[in-house]
């Protein structure tokens, strides 16, 4: 699964610097590209790279991106479309100007809206969505740059973050159901935008706000100016945020993420307990939840797995297979530990199911007697569409399989999932204030029937760039 | 000076290996990059790369480069805005399919139409005229793509001989003026197409005829079809392609460039006599005439100056500068053939001046007594606009000094130029048939005062790619 | 602080796949170079490049690593020789056949004993220990392989784990101190030698037995046979490894790492509790000891440092310099968590003490109330010269400060470091069984005057590659 | 075929970029690697890399060779061992000091002489000769390091033209027999040393003699010295030198290379005319030969033959092989020129027949009617062990065909060698004064059974690097 961060910060005189450690800190959102473009007030400066932030920048090129504003962006991608090409922001020169977006999450209706574009005459270079806002602003026939913004905005439906960057303004804009988070910050008396708080924790900024759902913010020379996209909003920030996407040390509407997932697992322990000796995260993305369970249950909390950091893309296999090697190299479990104990592994989600079976083998090869799984989410039941690279609907493990059928097929003495309810009262909300369509299928903004992959991939695979 | 080389191909089953080939022998035209796009029947496939044929394509490029139809296209370029981006041919994906452009000449109303069609909202991302091409074809509403390539070229003021690709057609076309050359062949059966006869010698196909100008041809599965761009067309094929630009083994209109090149030599023999001991090219584009020279005076021919065949675009010299550093890499004089001597030096033009005085510097030092440089074109007194890279008019010797200023400043006992009458003679045509502009200031196609070097500048300065 | 790992196998048709493996398991023993050298019974092959495992290995050279013979390596080193020559395993061509050696540790004669070599003619072409096995082998009288190999280790004092491949043995062989790990395991019914167990957890091997102080193992197609290097021995592994090298999933002398490291923790607590409200590891490396610590004293742990999985070699930092950039690049403090919070950070070992002051500064800028810092290891007062790159003693902060001058410089309310005995006591040994030369200065084998950095450097100073 | 070029300066400020300069003009013999190790009086910096002189070197990494004393080396080799180890100039770093070595040449006993070494001990790195002489110092008793070399090279046996360089002595010296060329000459007041007088041309230099066959030349800031290494020395320099190395505007000796190669076209237009329409040479390495010709017969010179600029090492032929591609993608013969012709095509030699019979085919596929090859050297009869890299003997044309096979194999109406006694007429020198074994198997130093391909194979096979 996967996502994007973005970063924005407009008059400080390390404005690239200070974006390349926004930047840092929002690589979990996304590791395929990192791009950066900056602006002097006359000309815009661009660089982008394929790989993580550290491959991507060095002191030469970032020297190279003059000037007092920027904007930033780590992209996560399917394997299909991963090139340059479409690694962020996308920058174009018009008659007027230059000007450059990045963003995250997913519009709908692009594929309708890339279709018109072409219709008239639009030439794409890229198969991302950005594009097709920057195609929309190039032909609006609105004199005033924030007009034409606003107006493409309007056409786009679905989820978008995004930032966006000219010769004198920085603007930031979320979509009217707030799909994605996007907040406000002040360092050196300048603005910062950023996916993530924690990114303000980096370059030392102070949290201001969310961006509202709808909302668009121009800064410039003249200070900051909010106006409203749509007047009909929602809130619809992403549970999953919550659950996994975001880092621990983020806040999401003010709330700690760290706080709601040790919720997540206390509640997980109280609505399916087990009679255990340890209790043990699958690292590092459920440590807290795991805590949480230990917590509340009261059973001793271990370091079961140890995670690899020098993990890579790619692992060369033996032909004779040695057993769920993928899982092996990712995590490694401590024999002495595990021996002739009963053992929980917290997870804070089960996708496909294959990495749940893999973890669960292996704690029984290195001695585990009992394996009893814990999620501190609900089953994934639907497809995400707003930006998160979920598998389709059919390879969603509990899309189609009983709870009983999954512990089975992943090997478990047991499987309990978080109840709904209890997922909202750890994030302290209720129906209808946040997305949970991959729980329920209810999705706040109407899928277009071709919207969905198929569609995006009709137009992938007419732009085969090698 | 430079220019560019253009092939293409259609029906044949080693499509683009033999488009390969064909670039390898129009090389001279164009070093800074190389591309091919093929097609079969159903997907453009494409590469390129910056440098020398020889380095971008290798086996495993190429045989990805499937199909039976392709084209391709060799580089020159002033070093301002040397990129992969502008390298060529141009591809794009439109919605009803793709197609690929590659080109070679100069479009006079260039920036007008550019402006044009980012005022409608185009987006560019390259500064080359082929994508104003495809704007063009892009955004019109004939239905018909070959009705759409016609209105497209019809908009266009200037040089062009050009080869475009899409999924099922190989269109070929050249400007009314017929100003950049531009042949039709057969090789096995099938139809190719090449910016000069070399590359028929090198790919093994037969010469038909030259693409005329204003023609359009359209070749498919349907066979070979001709059509007329425009009503009036004129003879313009820029001279300089005998003086220079095309290889000894072409044939142009139908005339050996080799012949042709040892009458100039000849002719200027005659026109402009010397007593003495040797008559010496500067190799290797000054060969044919300097032997023709010899011939008519009965002055023996030698080699005098020794090319190397390895040198780089740019050379590290030493701080207390050896003098002509530059010229010394490329040719070494041979000093015990010239000590002594009254040498005639024959070179095929010049342009600023500076490689002839440290020629002729060279030749000193190594001991020849008189050095009498013998130019077989005329002096260059206007900037061309069609498509070779000349300096501006200030920069080249002849627009504003007299000969015996230029005999002076280049230190030559003697100077003496072809007559422009001696030209026409030599390539055996008169006035109007040909174009000389860059002897007389008279442009076939009158040129816009934004399409200089300056205006192109102008746009060219907005992007900016690092 | 660093080290290195080795891997060996012998007799399995995937001998350098394994080795891939098993050196994914030891890379944090070393991320500077990784190499293998396999044998197919008469060639050496050999590939080894700069960087961790995943980046230098991939299908296309690890097929051509052939044959049922390989050992491998990870190197980890200071900046000032990091180069590709002293990338291991070394691997030469002799009259008699090709050799390769790959080692972990430090020969304290290393400076003398090339000395002597060079006095002899020999010609070095790393700065390397092992390539003074190579010459001390190549030089030998001895006509068997073996005898010359024991003949050439007996030349050699100080710390070695090594692997030796040649055509057709594979031999291993440790230092009659023992400093270094090295242990023996069986898979798929062939040998594979390791320096830690994880990796025999990571191909699937079983552990046999750690390879004895003074003991050289040679491995043949004729099976596996032991023979002392020298008669005295004794036993001094390093007690670091248990405390920061060591994986905590892997056994060292039989005894489980993680379980160690808790038992660390525990004693601490018991040492010198604290009245606080959290206690937080510094992760990953003192998760253990951290959550050991916790459950004696009964605090509630919590992860209140965030490790980032993304951090590179060097950043870049801004001019007007974030305070701490480098530690909040690499750890983010949960500011939620912390917030009037009284914070007990546990953390492995102090060498300098920046990081530690640079941790606290963090965790107060976060909110912490009080921030007392607990060891689990006593002060490092003294240089390492067995292996492991600690700095000189006097960048030591342990070694000219008390601990109330390391609390006071380091800004914790108070500072405690686990005592000697503490740490012997969870080690289960006692005097005389380990090496614990950095704590107390007692070095179980003499160093040379001339052993130290400076002399190895004015080796190094001769030598510079670029 | 292929040699090496070495090059030496001492006492310059800009000792590096000389000669950089000079392996420009030294780039015909030799396109696989270049190299330079330059000295400031204490350190050796070194640089070196596979390719042309121009992709080796940049402003960088010349800036980084310091010091005013430098040598340098362009590599020619065959293909199974070209590698970065093997490319020259050898540096290495001995407990006195370090020194550096380029040389031209082929030792004949440098088989044995490993042997030798490699029993003792000696550890190689290269497959290449110069690394013998290495060892060889480095053993040597001889305290001073000018009797070390002159006992080291008194055990060499063959050709060698070297330049050694430590930190402060330039050393050069050239065998006994002289077989490969060597000069000294002056610039700025200090001295250089080079292959061929045409490098002294590139820096400005002035020739001032020959190094003797068996002379060694010692240059320090004490001045220059000369000594004899051996006692009996003879001349033999390679006649091949005249024929075919050597760049035409070099002088050999104190002999034009350029008008040696006209007399021998003229003598052979004496011993071989015919009746013809024009002489052409093969480009560019016969031009001189084809004009002598041309000019003693009456025959007119013409350039029917068009060599590319840009070939590269390797070309990918299309699967229905053009014909020839090879050829044709080097030469391309000028149609129009040839058409209804009886041609002359004079080459320097013969050595497999293979390329003349493509250009013959060539030839008559463009219209010439007739094509008779004169040769201007006579048929090459055996190998060179001295430093050429010629084929094995069965691979010669001549060695066990008559001219008239050679004839019919290449199809030529008429194909005429020079004689022995003509070449040696053309050079003005008689037999025993100069190396042509290749034509007669007259070895001036014995070849050992060993010292051919086969033996220096069986070293190369066991030295495998990927």
Redesign the interface.
């Given at each position: 699964m996967g996502d994007c961060g973005i970063f924005g910060i407009y008059g400080h005189?390390?404005a690239s610097?200070?974006t390349?450690?926004g930047l840092?800190?929002l690589?979990?959102r996304g590791?395929e590209s990192a791009g950066i473009v900056s602006s002097d007030g006359s000309?815009l400066?661009?660089?982008k790279g394929m790989g993580?932030?550290?491959?991507v920048?060095?002191?030469e090129?970032?020297r190279?991106l003059k000037g007092s504003r920027a904007i930033g962006h780590v992209r996560y991608s399917t394997t299909g479309t991963s090139n340059i090409y479409n690694a962020q922001p996308i920058k174009?020169?018009?008659?007027d100007?230059?000007l450059a977006v990045a963003h995250n999450g997913n519009i709908v209706n692009a594929y309708s809206l890339r279709?018109e574009l072409?219709?008239?005459?639009?030439?794409?270079?890229t198969t991302s969505d950005s594009e097709i806002i920057?195609?929309l602003i190039?032909?609006?026939k609105d004199r005033d740059r924030v007009e034409a913004i606003l107006t493409a905005l309007r056409k786009l439906e679905g989820a978008y973050s995004l930032v966006y960057l000219d010769e004198d303004r920085l603007i930031t804009a979320r979509d009217p159901c707030g799909f994605r988070p996007l907040c406000l910050g002040r360092m050196d008396g300048v603005f910062v935008v950023a996916s993530e708080t924690?990114a303000f924790?980096?370059?030392?900024a102070e949290y201001i706000r969310d961006i509202k759902p709808g909302e668009m913010v121009v800064i410039s020379k003249d200070g900051i100016e909010s106006m409203m996209i749509h007047k009909s909003v929602s809130n619809n920030l992403c549970i999953f945020e919550y659950i996994y996407f975001s880092?621990?040390?983020s806040?999401l509407e003010g709330k700690?993420v760290?706080?709601t997932r040790k919720k997540m697992g206390r509640i997980l322990a109280e609505e399916s307990p087990v009679d255990a000796d340890i209790v043990i995260p699958v690292p590092?993305s459920s440590?807290?939840a795991a805590?949480g369970y230990a917590?509340e249950s009261g059973i001793?909390?271990?370091?079961g797995l140890?995670?690899?950091?020098?993990?890579?893309?790619t692992?060369?296999?033996?032909?004779?297979k040695?057993?769920d090697?993928d899982a092996?190299?990712k995590y490694?479990?401590?024999?002495?530990?595990l021996d002739g104990k009963r053992v929980v592994v917290v997870d804070d989600s089960i996708v496909r199911g294959t990495t749940s079976s893999k973890i669960i083998n292996m704690l029984r090869r290195?001695g585990a007697d009992e394996v009893h799984l814990r999620v501190s989410s609900p089953p994934i039941t639907h497809s995400c569409f707003y930006g998160i690279d979920t598998p389709t609907r059919k390879e969603l493990a509990a899309s189609s399989s009983s709870v009983e059928e999954i512990e089975s097929f992943i090997g478990a003495d047991s499987l309990r999932y978080l109840s709904l309810d209890g997922l909202m009262k750890a994030v302290g909300t209720k129906r209808g204030k946040h997305c949970i369509a991959c729980f329920t299928g209810d999705y706040p903004v109407p899928i277009p029937e071709e919207a969905g992959k198929e569609a995006l991939e009709k137009v992938i695979s007419?732009?085969?760039?090698?």
């Open positions: 005189s390390e610097v200070i390349y450690m840092y800190a690589q979990h590791q000309i400066y661009h660089y993580e932030v550290r491959f920048f060095n002191e090129n970032l190279k174009v020169d018009l008659l100007g230059s279709r072409e219709s008239g005459g639009a030439i794409f270079h920057l195609h190039s032909r609006s924690c924790d980096m370059v030392g880092r621990p040390d806040c700690s760290y706080q590092d440590n807290c805590l917590e001793p909390f271990e370091f140890i995670r690899s950091h020098y993990i890579g893309r692992f060369i296999e033996p032909e004779q040695t057993r090697f092996r190299i490694n479990a401590v024999r002495n530990l290195m007419r732009i085969r760039l090698f």
